[in-house]
């Protein structure tokens, strides 16, 4: 399961279950953005620019004025990855803030150079399967 926050938009986790996220084993997938940009490029340029500005314009406080600028001018000008990677800095510091929040003997992070499901995903149960429970 993906890491979140207590709310998902305007939903939020059962209390139980949020605490048993901060308090179980996490494992980390590490991906750097140019692995991850084809797969995002190819999920998010099917959306209108319009809808793809609203959503950035819904972080830019905590995007901050220059990197929401900067976004907002990418996908004017049709540059979705640059827009990406503008917004990935964001949601990467909002994930890597959460972990703090975790206990660090808990985490493992796994390096991975693939954006394919099926070898992360092995790679994943590698090392899930040498957690001691």
């Known amino acids: 399961m993906e890491d979140e926050s207590r709310n998902i938009g305007t ?14 084993w996490t494992i980390i997938l590490m991906m750097d953005v140019k692995t991850r940009l084809p797969r995002l490029m190819e999920e998010y340029s099917a959306y209108p620019a319009e809808s793809l500005k609203t959503a950035i314009l819904k972080i830019s406080k905590r995007l901050g004025g220059d990197s929401t600028r900067d976004a907002l001018e990418a996908v004017e000008n049709g540059n979705i990855a640059r827009a990406i990677e503008i917004t990935l800095c964001y949601y990467d510091k909002a994930y890597m803030f959460g972990l703090k929040k975790k206990n660090r003997r808990n985490i493992i992070y796994v390096e991975t150079d693939s954006d394919d499901i099926e070898t992360n995903a092995l790679k994943i149960l590698d ?4 957690i001691v429970w």
């Open 11 to 24: 939903v939020f986790i059962p209390d139980g279950f949020y605490l048993n996220m901060q308090n179980t």
């Open 127 to 130: 090392v899930a399967q040498k």
